[in-house]
């Protein structure tokens, strides 16, 4: 109940009324909207400009160089319908939210090749957020749900995280690889105490018998992380609640049961303390706790976990098939790509980068961005493949704002021109594929993103 949940942040803070106050205030405002600039795709010089153009006023944020305040004047859609955000341009994601990735990287980006591993990723948030942090790592986004996995797979196509690969494990199943990982992060399941915020009611069920139980899984996850984390390197812990049985008692129990195999990092320097809480009242932001953890030596030997591993579902293409594909983006839009083609079931992939120990180790959900697919023969492109790369020399059309608008609503236009997909550009804005049928041309956009 809402007032169990007041009274436990009282007691266990030692709020005064006054505070008691604010912070209950602060919970009925909405938050400040804010985004992340995607840095994979377009510069923050760049995308300043798109924003004055749309009368955005961009704000600058204590957390990160590329997270920004988002004012918007005659506001006619949502920011997720806009093209700059279909373009991948941006993530909409809330300050305090973004906060684990900034202090997990200092807030700068690291072009050396790291293995990394977001244990438990869906939206992706975060994971599209260390793909900026660290653009030439390995990223491993694990997510156990397959429901919530789907989302996870379409913001890693939109932002381009080109070098990230999904898998579909309960994250207790990383014990089996031990060390193998340079950096983890660990944003965990958690009470959903911050959706307080929507509404009161969904602290209906909050209750300490609930918490128990979800900090017994937080518990251990983050020992398999501690286990899959090599000798000297890092860890970030983080959750979206304030109670003290999912933060600083996860963090007291890891110490008594593996007290000399880690220590923690100073993250909060103003304040000189180790660990981050963001409160509503105190940082104008969602509440948050983050952790950062230095593995100093190896785990005590414990048995594996028994597991069967499926044969690997994405294969190389085949020499013809990649053929076809690498001709029809020639021919059609004079595109080469330096990397490799893959294929699940008739999809295609496009990657760069080589994952040998993932491959023989991990089944993968997903590898690189999906290019759309490939039957009887017949490359179709996807909406991706004309948004990710630059604006084509060949088959490319620009549209004015008007008929923008109509494509981005899935209406026909009229355009008198031979019968093709082509790449369409708008305020030279790479802007997705249109299909040109009998002088009609139609959007190829997905339904997720149409401007309502
Ligand atoms: C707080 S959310 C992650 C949010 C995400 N990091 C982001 O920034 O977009 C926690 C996720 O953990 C997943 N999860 C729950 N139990 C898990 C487990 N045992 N192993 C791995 N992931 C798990 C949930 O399905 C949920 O998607």
Redesign the pocket.
């Known amino acids: 109940m809402k007032q169990d949940f007041l009274n436990y942040i009282q007691e266990t803070f030692e709020f005064s009324p006054d505070e008691m106050q604010d912070f209950q205030a602060a919970l009925s405002k909405p938050l400040k909207k804010t985004l992340r600039v995607n840095t994979n795709k377009i510069s923050i010089e760049d995308f300043k400009t798109l924003a004055t153009k749309q009368w955005w006023t961009l704000g600058e944020t204590p957390l990160g160089k590329n997270m920004f305040y988002v004012d918007r004047e005659n506001i006619t859609f949502a920011l997720g319908h806009s093209l700059e955000h279909i373009a991948g341009y941006f993530y909409v994601q809330e300050l305090a939210?973004s906060s684990s990735p900034f202090y997990m990287s200092g807030d700068s980006v690291d072009t050396w090749e790291y293995t990394i591993l977001?244990?438990?990723?869906?939206?992706?948030?975060?994971?599209t957020q260390l793909a900026e942090y660290y653009p030439n790592s390995t990223i491993i986004a694990?997510?156990?749900?397959k429901w919530?996995m789907k989302q996870l797979h379409e913001n890693l196509d939109r932002l381009w995280a080109a070098n990230t690969y999904v898998t579909n494990?309960?994250?207790?199943f990383f014990w089996n690889f031990p060390e193998v990982f340079d950096k983890i992060l660990l944003?965990?399941?958690?009470s959903w105490e911050w959706t307080a915020y929507k509404s009161w009611d969904a602290l209906k069920y909050w209750n300490l018998k609930n918490i128990r139980r979800i900090a017994k899984?937080q518990f251990q996850?983050l020992e398999n992380a501690l286990q899959a984390v090599k000798v000297w390197w890092e860890l970030v812990y983080s959750t979206?609640t304030l109670n003290r049985l999912e933060n600083e008692e996860i963090l007291n129990k890891l110490t008594d049961v593996y007290w000399d195999h880690f220590s923690i990092a100073l993250l909060d320097r103003e304040n000189n303390h180790p660990l981050v809480r963001a409160w509503p009242h105190k940082n104008n932001t969602g509440w948050f706790f983050v952790a950062k953890i230095v593995k100093t030596s190896s785990l005590p030997e414990k048995k594996k976990k028994e597991f069967k591993n499926n044969p690997q579902g994405f294969e190389k293409l085949s020499n013809t098939a990649e053929k076809t594909v690498t001709e029809f983006l020639i021919q059609n839009f004079d595109l080469t790509l330096p990397g490799k083609f893959y294929t699940y079931r008739n999809e295609i992939y496009y990657g760069e980068k080589n994952i040998d120990y993932f491959w023989e180790n991990f089944f993968l959900f997903k590898a690189w961005i999906k290019i759309w697919k490939l039957e009887s023969w017949v490359f179709e492109p996807n909406y991706f493949l004309w948004t990710n790369f630059r604006i084509f020399t060949k088959n490319n059309i620009s549209i004015d704002e008007k008929n923008i608008n109509s494509l981005l609503k899935w209406e026909e236009i009229d355009y008198k021109w031979i019968d093709w997909y082509y790449q369409i550009q708008h305020n030279s804005i790479p802007s997705g594929v249109v299909k040109l049928k009998n002088n009609t041309m139609k959007s190829l956009l997905e339904n997720r993103f149409l401007r309502k």
């Open positions: 939210a977001d244990m438990s990723a869906s939206p992706g948030g975060k994971t694990n997510e156990i749900d919530r494990y309960d994250g207790r944003d965990a399941p958690c899984l996850l979206c």
